[in-house]
């Protein structure tokens, strides 16, 4: 049995700020999935195709919904709320929309992962996708509802959808998380000057990133802004000796539970970006074997503490220093 981090870690938690608030001790339940089957459904990871001659760069007016970067775009000629997932390998709906928007289902099974989670959702398509003065047409989308699938609490006002790496990789894409702002470039655009550039590791259409803590070798995480706090691997945070903050409880199919340890690290470090005296987390050692100890996650409270460039075209990953205001600032 393997282990799943709610898409957003804490879905139960109330962010009082839009993003970059660090989070108060996890007390919400996060899905476990049993084992599965390796599929034979391909991967959603090729990027979506633009225009001949798209019309960028664009933005996009940042909302929070619990702490997540959202946005209201235009598709098929209505304005609903998409959720920004760079951890997810898919762009998704929720199957309620598809028939309020009159979207027809589609027939394909695609595989979506959400960290180790696999499911095969069919595959439609939205007619229209409008940024702006950027129009997209036939952008495929996974017939899924990724918030049902990894909570059992009912979120009515939860995004109907979700842009994952197929939308985002068609572009170089920029999260000012402090400014509530995501701009979209064309994909061989430059990264801004004076910014802090690491690899970028793509694995099934996800996103890692080289991360190292203290007294540890680097290890490999999913950049993900969909999930609100940092998750590292059990053996890393066993190795830090830190004293616990807080313990949480995760919990899943079967009533089955394994406890996470919440510790503050000294710094945590990408590449020569860096953050002090965070918060971040880690399954305990009483987790059973079936519980992947493995997984590691850079959430909101490290990225947001700066404006991160995504450049799919060279696999780099840029972190640009923040000016104002400071992380956590916004409202």
């Excluded at 996890?26 to 990027?47: D, E, F, G, I």
């Excluded at 702006?132 to 990894?150: F, S």
């Excluded at 002090?276 to 880690?282: D, E, F, H, P, S």
Aim: hydrophobic residues 45%.
């Amino acid at each position: 049995m393997k282990w799943v981090l709610l898409s957003a870690l804490l879905l139960s938690l109330n962010a009082s700020r839009l993003f970059g608030q660090p989070p108060a001790a996890p007390k919400s339940s996060v899905a476990v999935s049993a084992s599965q089957t390796p599929s034979a459904a391909p991967l959603q990871t090729s990027p979506i195709l633009l225009p001949a001659s798209p019309t960028l760069p664009v933005s996009l007016n940042l909302r929070s919904w619990r702490g997540l970067p959202t946005a209201d775009i235009l598709v098929n000629g209505i304005f609903e709320r998409f959720g920004l997932d760079t951890g997810l390998n898919a762009n998704t709906i929720t199957p309620a929309a598809m028939m309020r928007l009159q979207i027809p289902e589609g027939k394909t099974k695609v595989r979506v992962n959400i960290l180790d989670r696999e499911t095969e959702p069919t595959e439609t398509a939205w007619k229209t996708l409008q940024i702006g003065l950027l129009k997209l047409e036939n952008v495929p989308a996974a017939q899924l509802d990724v918030i049902a699938l990894l909570s059992r609490t009912p979120h009515p006002d939860a995004p109907i959808a979700w842009l994952g790496t197929p939308f985002l990789a068609a572009f170089q894409v920029t999260f000012d998380l402090s400014h509530h702002v995501c701009t979209l470039e064309k994909p061989g655009a430059k990264l801004p000057g004076g910014a802090m550039v690491v690899p970028m590791t793509l694995r099934n259409g996800q996103i890692f990133v080289s991360v190292t803590l203290p007294k540890s070798k680097p290890f490999l995480a999913l950049l993900d802004t969909s999930t609100v706090l940092t998750l590292i691997p059990a053996a890393v945070g066993e190795k830090l000796k830190l004293p616990a903050l807080e313990t949480a409880k995760l919990s899943g199919a079967g009533g089955k539970e394994v406890k996470a340890m919440l510790i503050q690290v000294p710094q945590i470090k990408v590449g020569q970006a860096e953050a002090q005296a965070m918060r971040v987390a880690y399954l305990s050692d009483d987790a059973s074997p079936g519980f992947d100890r493995t997984t590691a996650v850079l959430g909101l409270d490290f990225l947001s503490r700066f404006k991160i460039v995504l450049n799919f075209a060279a696999k780099k990953v840029a972190f640009v220093p923040l000016t104002s205001p400071e992380p956590g600032s916004g409202g």
